[in-house]
Structure formats: C-alpha cells, structure tokens
C-alpha cells in the first residue's frame, strides 16, 4: 500500500528542475509534510556509484544499451530502498528525474527501440509511477548556454541536436500520459515557474482528498 505522494520532476539538461525541486521541498515541508527528496541517476550509496559511471566524459566507449541497463539499475535500487518505503510511510517524493528520463534520452534521444526501453522501465521503477510529473519545458538552446555554465559532463556534452530530440521525446509521452504530465514553460522567471507549479499541485492535491472521501 502507498499513501504517500510521488512528484518527478522533468526536462532537458539546463531546465532549473534542481532549483524548483528544493524550493518545493521547503515549502511542503514548512507546511507539515514529510518530505524525500531525491535524484536520478543517483540517491543512494549504491546508485551515486553507478551516476559516477554514467557521468564520467572519460567513458567515451559506454554503449547505449549499457546506459540503459545501468540507468535501471540505479533505478530499481533507489526504488527499493527510497523511494517505497517513503511513500509507504505517507511521505511526498520529490524526484529530480525519473522514468520519463529514459524514455526521452535513451528512447528519442540515442534512438533504443521503444518496446525494449519500456520494458528496462517496468523492471527499473519495479512498477511505481510517479502520481504527478512536471515537464519543464524549454528551448535547448536557452537551457543548454545554462547548463554550460557549470560545466557540461559526458551526457550534457551531447549537443542541440541530441537535446530537441530529447525534448520532443518529452512532448511525446505528454501525449501518452496527459494527466499525469503536467507542462510547465521553463522559460519563465523563476517565480513565475514557482508560481505554475504551486497552483498545479494545489489542484492535484484537492483532487486526491475529493477522491478519497
Ligand atoms: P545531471 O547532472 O543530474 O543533470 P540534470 O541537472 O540536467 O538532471 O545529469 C543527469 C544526466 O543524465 C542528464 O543529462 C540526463 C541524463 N539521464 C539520462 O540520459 N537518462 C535517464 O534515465 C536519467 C535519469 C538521466
């Protein structure tokens, strides 16, 4: 059983999803809630190893496929020993990245086939699906002069070309999943950002208590 509340957060590289993530957890946290925060790849001991491997521009030679299978790897961990058991305990999770990430990198973005990159995400999220997703949505070449200004690793590295795959990859899976993702324009001010994604979550967050009276 989960009683708890799942948030992940999506976008290209360079969209100020981290900053929205940690604005949020205050927030709900000073409101009274329980609050995990967490990122992907990464957010346990075992996980942050496998991101070291994944983000080192040195490993030129990492075949698509075993991106993949590492991505879920650290994936199913964090599941298993994070994610769970806070929404188990009636916490929010706020995910900086999750499955729709592969979906749009490795999917759109390095062109694996679609049945096999669903599949790895079955295994890799051990079925648990975030309740809201917000896409932050933006421009790659506004997102992308951003992220090169703290330094680019191997997967930000990429280019333009491989970040407006990634961000049609996202558009497309808003067509799949329109209740659950939520489309917020990044290229807003930064309180105005707060501002969409506060109202969205208000929302959502009546709708749950109408449905559970
Ligand atoms: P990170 O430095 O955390 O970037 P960001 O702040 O943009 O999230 O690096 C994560 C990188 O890993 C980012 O370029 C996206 C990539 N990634 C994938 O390609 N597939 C995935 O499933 C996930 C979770 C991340």
């Known amino acids: 059983m989960r009683d708890g509340l799942f948030i992940s957060f999506e976008g290209i590289d360079g969209c100020g999803k981290s900053t929205q993530v940690a604005r949020l957890a205050k927030c709900l946290k000073g409101q009274g809630h329980e609050v ?35 991505l879920e790897a650290s994936r199913a961990q964090l599941v298993q020993e994070v994610i769970l058991p806070a929404l188990e305990r009636g ?11 592969t979906s749009a990198y490795q999917e ?3 062109a694996l086939q ?7 995400n079955k295994l890799g999220t051990c079925g648990v699906e975030p309740d809201i997703t917000f896409l932050m949505d933006m421009n790659p070449h506004e997102a992308l002069a951003r992220a090169m200004e703290h330094g680019a690793d191997r997967i930000e590295a990429a280019g333009i070309a491989f970040q407006e795959r990634v961000r049609q990859g996202y558009l497309t ?12 324009d990044a290229s807003m001010s930064l309180e105005e950002v707060s501002i969409s994604i506060d109202q969205v979550l208000a929302k959502e967050l009546d709708r749950r ?3 559970h009276d």
């Open 36 to 70: 995990v925060c967490t990122r992907e790849p990464g957010g346990t001991r075992i996980s942050e190893k496998i991101r070291m491997i994944l983000l080192n521009p040195a490993n030129t030679e990492l075949a698509p496929i075993t991106e993949l299978l590492l």
């Open 91 to 101: 916490a929010i999770v706020l995910s900086d990245r999750y499955a729709d990430s």
């Open 114 to 120: 679609h049945a096999e990159v669903v599949q790895a």
């Open 209 to 211: 208590e109408v449905h």
């Open 173 to 184: 899976l808003v067509k799949e999943y329109p209740n659950r993702i939520q489309v917020i």
């Open 108 to 110: 759109a973005g390095r």
